[in-house]
């Protein structure tokens, strides 16, 4: 069931998944949460997000995976990168699979919002 502005934020630091999650639920956005990308795709794909926030490391399935799977189905879901500034090889990657912008880490909640603010109508 799709639902209005739902992100769906993937990253395995969960202390980075609860600051975001309380961050955009304050600015009145739906959020899911997962610390995986096997665990995020399968959200995914059941929810029917608006936005991705998707972080690039991740165990079992990183970022640039489980955005080639969200790709190979959907190809206009905005999804944001977030990389860490040592990984710029793999953020090059996800934006040839797709990635509508990449962040870099350490993460400004500013700059992400009005990233998110292009996708979404709040």
Do not use: W
Request: hydrophobic share 40%; charged share 30%; aromatic share 4%.
């Amino acid at each position: 069931m799709e639902q209005s502005n739902l992100i769906l934020i993937v990253d395995d630091d969960r202390d980075s998944c609860q600051i975001l999650s309380e961050f955009f639920k304050v600015m009145n956005y739906k959020v899911e949460t997962a610390e995986d990308g096997k665990v995020g795709l399968e959200k995914f794909f059941r929810s029917k997000p608006t936005l991705v926030i998707l972080d690039i490391r991740m165990p079992i399935m990183d970022g640039c995976q489980m955005l080639k799977r969200i790709r190979e189905i959907d190809t206009t879901t905005p999804v944001i990168i977030i990389s860490a500034q040592t990984y710029l090889e793999g953020a090059e990657e996800c934006i040839k699979q797709g990635a509508t912008e990449v962040l870099h880490k350490p993460i400004e909640l500013n700059q992400l919002d009005t990233m998110v603010s292009r996708h979404l109508k709040s």
